[in-house]
Nanobody, 120 residues
Framework: QVQLVESGGGLVQAGGSLRLSCAAS????????AGWYRQAPGKQRELVAT???????HYADSAKGRFTISRDNVKNTVYLQMNSLKPEDTAVYYC??????????????WGKGTLVTVSS
């Protein structure tokens, strides 16, 4: 069974950095597009950044210039490097990926999230 597990969240001061990881496990044939989303308290989940299978990236305006999404196709892992963090970046960050399991059809998978708290 395919699973996504995020890690790397925590408490950081404004201006600091964090690197989130999203590791996919299970019987995986390929990871297609992947992305990071976040949900702040009382707000809807929003897109942060996406990356295609060939490495094309897209960022929300709030993330441009500060966050970098990347992937390691050998490790089946997607990363989000977050620099110059602001208190408004505080949220639960979720990993999402379109994954083709071995011997099965592509599906949309979500991790359970990792909490990022930025103090002022």
């Amino acid at each position: 069974q395919v699973q996504l597990v995020e890690s790397g969240g925590g408490l950081v001061q404004a201006g600091g950095s964090l690197r989130l990881s999203c590791a996919a496990s299970g019987s995986i044939f390929s990871i297609n597009a992947a992305g990071w989303y976040r949900q702040a308290p009382g707000k809807q989940r929003e897109l942060v950044a996406t990356i295609t299978s060939i490495g094309t990236t897209h960022y929300a305006d709030s993330a441009k210039g500060r966050f970098t999404i990347s992937r390691d196709n050998v490790k089946n892992t997607v990363y989000l490097q977050m620099n110059s963090l602001k208190p408004e970046d505080t949220a639960v960050y979720y990993c999402n990926a379109d994954i083709t399991p071995r011997g099965s059809y592509p599906g949309d998978y979500w991790g359970k999230g990792t909490l990022v708290t930025v103090s002022s």
